[in-house]
């Protein structure tokens, strides 16, 4: 099971850091994608590096926790998708509403995935 490696900057090369961090990232999502998944009855609180947030997990919550600008933006992407593309949009949008910065976002999204699937919270 591929785990994210977590941003540390004493790196000797930071840059490296960042990628390795990326690519576990991805092999996480990845990993996800390849396991059947329960139902999610609402959004998932989770704790990451410290703090606690609330992630939305399914089209609707995630629509609801957009502001009401994004809204329209967002059914129409969801509208216009490909069955395959559905989980990766909705990951998108998800991200919008996850305060921080791009690769904590992503931390958090993962690990409440990760949380939403069973599979622990040692990610992040």
Known sequence: MA???PY???????EE??????????????ELDREP???VPGPVTVDVHGERFVVP?????????LSAELRPLFDGEIAAAAPA???PLVR???LEVIPGDELDRVDVLLRAERQ?????TAAA
């Not at 540390?8 to 930071?14: A, G, Q, R, S």
């Not at 850091?17 to 996480?28: D, L, P, S, T, Y």
């Not at 997990?57 to 926790?65: N, Q």
């Not at 939403?116 to 622990?120: C, E, N, R």
């Open 3 to 5: 785990e994210p490696v």
């Open 8 to 14: 540390t900057p004493d790196l000797e090369d930071e």
């Open 17 to 30: 850091a960042v990628v390795q961090r990326i690519r576990a990232q991805q092999a996480g999502f990845a």
């Open 37 to 39: 998944r329960p139902d």
């Open 57 to 65: 997990l399914t089209v609707g919550d995630v629509r609801a926790a």
């Open 85 to 87: 593309t559905v989980g």
């Open 92 to 94: 998108k949008w998800a």
């Open 116 to 120: 939403a699937a069973g599979l622990g």
